[in-house]
């Protein structure tokens, strides 16, 4: 207790109090940096001296992705809710309402459809604020409309991958979410459209060993976490150290996982070249 405490009455001291807001200044995870939250979203969630890629809502990518921050949201199917009506310690149906009032989500896929530097693309980004971007059957529904979307419109399907893998609340409803989606992929190949995948921290488990890894093109972001089982699981099954960097997206650009790794801040421009050479279309760089 402080001598404003003890000694100044209540209503003085309601004066003397200072509001903060709590997100004001954010420290960065890998230099302890403190950066003012205005510059960091400025700068897409990238810390500016150390260059740590922080986590980015769907709708900031999708508004940093396209042409004056302008998409259409795509509508996805509705799928049955708790379909294994499951429960821990709080019923999933309630989780979900929490993280739909949490992030303004329907669930961990938001899809959009806009141009970028002219060039019209579909794309769909996994939010890992929405329960870890676990795939379920929503993500799942989402995924196939998305691509179904740019079959019908002949563009090039872009994803944002972002999640810790199958969605166990689900069973094995969320398991079939991973043929689905393979299945869904091949028909976008069949139409003979580029499907480029952006891989950002982290992208795990099932998601990784579906759709996440059939890309034509595999992009991801510096420092991302990209695997199926994680590094202390690998280490205690093989009991052998892993390398430095195992399952980042530097080491596995390096062993040939990944075609290149691309800072958020140039991944506007370098999606815009690679589907401009894939359609065989000019880009307009002033967009």
Same mark, same amino acid.
């Given at each position: 207790m402080n001598w404003i405490s003890n000694v100044v009455p209540p209503k003085i001291r309601s004066f003397l109090k200072r509001e903060t807001p709590e997100n004001l200044w954010v420290k960065c995870p890998d230099s302890g940096e403190l950066v003012f939250h205005k510059d960091l979203e400025a700068n897409l969630m990238v810390v %500016?001296? !150390? @260059?740590?890629?922080?986590? *980015? @809502?769907?709708?900031?990518?999708?508004?940093?992705?396209?042409?004056?921050?302008?998409?259409?949201?795509?509508?996805? %199917?509705?799928v049955p809710i708790d379909p294994l009506k499951f429960r821990d310690v709080k019923?999933?149906?309630?989780? /979900?309402?929490?993280?739909?009032?949490?992030? #303004? /989500? &329907?669930d961990a896929i938001l899809l959009g459809r806009g141009s970028i530097e002219g060039l019209p693309v579909t794309a769909a980004v996994q939010d890992f604020a929405f329960q870890g971007g676990t795939l379920g059957m929503a993500a799942g529904e989402a995924i196939i409309t998305g691509i179904q979307q740019a079959i019908a419109n002949h563009t090039p399907f872009v994803i944002f991958t972002a999640s810790g893998g199958a969605r166990m609340q689900e069973g094995?409803? !969320?398991?079939? &979410?991973?043929?689905?989606?393979?299945?869904?992929?091949?028909? /976008?190949?069949?139409?003979?459209?580029?499907?480029?995948?952006? /891989?950002?921290?982290?992208?795990? @488990?099932?998601?990784?060993?579906?759709?996440?890894?059939? #890309?034509? *093109?595999? *992009?991801?972001? %510096?420092?991302?976490?990209? #695997?199926?089982?994680?590094?202390?699981?690998?280490? &205690?099954?093989?009991?052998?150290?892993l390398p430095e960097g195992f399952q980042r997206a530097e080491y596995l650009k390096a062993h040939g996982m990944v075609d290149m790794v691309v800072p958020r801040t140039e991944m506007r421009s370098t999606l815009a070249n690679i589907c401009s050479i894939l359609m065989n279309k000019p880009r307009n760089a002033a967009a």
């Open positions: %500016p001296g !150390s @260059g740590f890629h922080m986590a *980015i @809502g769907a709708r900031a990518r999708l508004t940093a992705l396209f042409d004056d921050g302008a998409f259409e949201d795509i509508a996805t %199917p509705e019923r999933y149906s309630d989780r /979900l309402k929490e993280y739909r009032a949490k992030t #303004g /989500l &329907q094995m409803f !969320s398991l079939m &979410q991973m043929p689905r989606t393979t299945v869904a992929v091949r028909k /976008l190949r069949e139409a003979k459209l580029p499907y480029i995948v952006v /891989l950002t921290n982290p992208t795990t @488990g099932g998601v990784t060993a579906s759709y996440a890894m059939l #890309g034509d *093109i595999h *992009i991801a972001e %510096p420092g991302a976490v990209i #695997g199926f089982a994680g590094a202390r699981v690998i280490e &205690q099954t093989i009991r052998e150290r």
